[in-house]
């Protein structure tokens, strides 16, 4: 019984084989009718190799049930064979098990429950939310902090709190809280030796200036930084398990997640601090071209840049020297628009939306460097100077800054834009309070107003604004690329660029255009369902990229500029410019389950399937492309590299990998999955390997 449900639990979990071993030989004894203690040593064996191999993707605790289900017969039988003296023994053993795990309870439910203000305390004092302490130090602040952690992880390690780690389930949350007092007590500390060394905290931009003498001293505190944070996130990692409760276990991704932009940013400030300087005017003045976004009108960099300004750093001095409308642009544009040099790649795919003569078709490439590079050739024959980088940002992206500098007052609007309401005015309500003309200034008066204050007013030290921009930046809501090969590549390494990833193994990048000219795709929302088959053995891989694109849009009750369109279609219909790229080879796809031949072309590396499609309001739009390809190099492994895209909101990405019969994923199965809110450039990294018998 035991090796037959063993059979049933193992189909697609990698250890069928091993399963329909012991069912033969547990088989192999019916014809003669003895039985032999020898054979069902072996069987039982085998099945509780099995058990420990069994892995489903779907819900948590689904394999540890099936588990207990295959070992239950073997259970049993064992029970029901032993002398009375052993099964004295066993239920010895059991009241001590179930004493242990009751005492681990409730020592655990004590120690959380004990940890758990000191934890708030410290998470709170961190973010300045203690009304005590709103006005102290920085070094003060984060003392308090590592006293408030350091209670908390008291606590949990206690003697009697230590039986908690030796019960299931409960274990697994004792482990996160401890992992997250650890965690918040040291990155405490380490704030405290920076704030107490002077470098880091006295590196404030005050009136505009970055004191570029005190740059160099940064960067000791920065590799403090970097290596506690890198600590923080493995220590949390590890106490990953899919036996935490959903809150706890989003919580905790979302807190990684934070980690990990906090760590990118510092490390790459790190990288480039030797380079800063230069970048800041230290050896003479530079001059960033900012671009203003909105992806209520999707361009693959993020939306339509209705605004621009003009930055200036002369030996730390940061300046914002102009600011207009995307209109003067075209309007000092050559007639025959500008001249686009080397770049002959862009131009056959993007050349039929007229990059040259107009600015709003610039950003219509995914790869942001690309597209700072064609700011740098056409701003200067659209009447501006010579520009040594871009910065772009959108809504999101202001509110970090405002998170930064403050609330902000613009002349018509009824409220202080802050950072709690930044995002929701310039996506939505200001297109049902202003007519057409106040609204295509509106977005600019506040971006130029967010950059004033940050180029005259003073911020906090790097340790309080890194983690405030990290999400935006990691996001991709404010972007920083530069002219110079050099600076740019820094860029890069910090993860500030925008930069569209190099193929490596697979990837998939869904981009979503504007083509209707209208502010519709702030109701835009995006499914993304990954499915990929690759056999680990040959390179061959068959993949299936199902995008379901909602319309949330009404038909009617908003203005015409946001539900209409110029291209005669009714109101509340989405016109959109879909592309999916991926390194493989396009064998079929289709809209609404009608076949499309979609247009098939190359950039930056991978080839990239393109087509046009309408959505109607209120409705939804599911588009299928089937991929088929050979994955080169490593073959002990699959990786894949998901884009994201900057829009209003983050995709639904559902990705599921499977691998033939002989093979499996980690350390078990042959199917792996997982869902997720894209809201960041995502790698997933699978191990690969041939099916284990015997643990071998």
Not at 222 to 239: E, I, K, P
Request: net charge negative; charged share 20%; proline share 6%.
């Amino acid at each position: 019984a035991a090796a037959g449900l063993a059979v049933a639990a193992s189909l697609g979990a990698g250890a069928q084989y091993l399963a329909l071993l012991g069912t033969g030989l547990a088989l192999s004894s019916f014809p003669s009718g003895a039985t032999s203690p020898g054979l069902d040593a072996v069987v039982s064996a085998v099945v509780v190799q099995v058990a420990l191999r069994l892995g489903h993707a779907g819900t948590p605790g689904f394999s540890s049930l099936l588990a207990v289900l295959v070992l239950a017969p073997v259970v049993v039988a064992g029970a029901r064979g032993l002398a009375p003296a052993a099964r004295r023994l066993v239920r010895r053993a059991e009241v001590v098990a179930d004493a242990v795990a009751i005492v681990g309870a409730l020592g655990g439910g004590a120690s959380a429950l004990l940890a758990r203000s000191s934890l708030q305390s410290g998470v709170d004092v961190v973010g300045g939310g203690r009304a005590g302490l709103e006005g102290a130090s920085s070094a003060v602040r984060f003392d308090a902090a590592a006293r408030s952690f350091g209670d908390a992880r008291s606590t949990l390690e206690s003697w009697w709190a230590q039986p908690a780690a030796m019960v299931p389930v409960v274990a697994q949350h004792w482990r996160l809280l401890h992992a997250v007092a650890v965690s918040g007590q040291e990155l405490s500390v380490a704030a405290v030796r920076a704030t107490a060394d002077g470098a880091a905290s006295d590196l404030k931009i005050t009136g505009g200036r970055v004191p570029l003498e005190r740059l160099v001293t940064l960067g000791p505190v920065l590799d403090d930084t970097v290596a506690q944070l890198a600590a923080a996130n493995r220590r949390l990692g590890q106490a990953s398990s899919p036996w935490l409760l959903p809150p706890l276990r989003h919580r905790l991704d979302a807190e990684r997640d934070d980690i990990e932009a906090a760590t990118s940013a510092a490390h790459g400030l790190s990288e480039a601090l030797p380079d800063l300087p230069a970048m800041l005017g230290a050896d003479g003045p530079r001059r960033y071209f900012l671009a203003v976004q909105t992806p209520a009108e999707a361009r693959a960099t993020g939306g339509f840049m209705g605004s621009f300004g003009e930055i200036t750093a002369d030996k730390g001095q940061l300046k914002l020297e102009k600011f207009g409308r995307k209109g003067d642009l075209n309007f000092n544009l050559p007639p025959d628009g500008a001249v686009l040099r080397d770049v002959p790649e862009f131009l056959t795919r993007y050349g039929r939306f007229n990059p040259q003569g107009e600015w709003a078709s610039i950003n219509v490439s995914p790869d942001f460097p690309t597209v700072a590079g064609l700011i740098a050739q056409m701003y200067p024959q659209s009447g501006g100077k010579p520009i040594d980088g871009v910065i772009a940002v959108d809504p999101a992206g202001l509110a970090a800054l405002l998170k930064l500098v403050g609330g902000i007052t613009v002349t018509g609007w009824p409220e202080p834009i802050t950072a709690d309401n930044a995002t929701k005015v310039l996506l939505y309500d200001q297109y049902t309070r202003f007519d057409y003309f106040e609204r295509v200034d509106f977005l600019g008066e506040v971006a130029q107003e967010a950059w004033k204050r940050l180029t005259t007013g003073s911020l906090p030290s790097p340790q309080e604004f890194l983690p405030s921009l990290g999400p935006a930046v990691r996001n991709k809501h404010l972007m920083v690329a530069a002219t110079r090969p050099a600076e740019a590549a820094l860029l890069d390494e910090a993860g500030v660029s925008g930069r569209m990833a190099p193929v490596d193994g697979d990837f998939l990048g869904l981009i979503t255009q504007n083509a209707g000219g209208s502010k519709i795709d702030a109701f835009l929302r995006r499914e993304i369902d990954y499915d990929v088959t690759v056999d680990p053995g040959t390179g061959r891989l068959s993949a299936v990229a199902k995008v379901v694109l909602h319309n949330d849009a009404p038909a009617s009750g908003l203005p015409d500029p946001v539900i209409g369109n110029l291209v005669g279609l009714p109101t509340g219909t989405n016109r959109l410019y879909l592309s999916l790229y991926s390194p493989w080879q396009l064998a079929r796809a289709t809209v609404a389950g009608r076949l499309v031949d979609f247009d098939r072309g190359t950039e930056l590396g991978r080839n990239v399937y393109s087509t046009t499609v309408d959505i109607a309001p209120g409705t939804a739009a599911t588009v299928e492309v089937r991929l088929t390809g050979t994955v080169t190099g490593d073959r002990g492994g699959y990786r894949l590299a998901i884009h994201r895209q900057p829009t209003v909101g983050p995709d639904d990405v559902h990705v599921t990998v499977g691998v033939p019969s002989g093979w499996q994923i980690g350390d078990g199965g042959r199917h792996w999955s997982e869902r997720d809110a894209l809201e960041s450039d995502r790698v997933v990294h699978l191990d690969l390997s041939r099916a284990r018998l015997f643990g071998l």
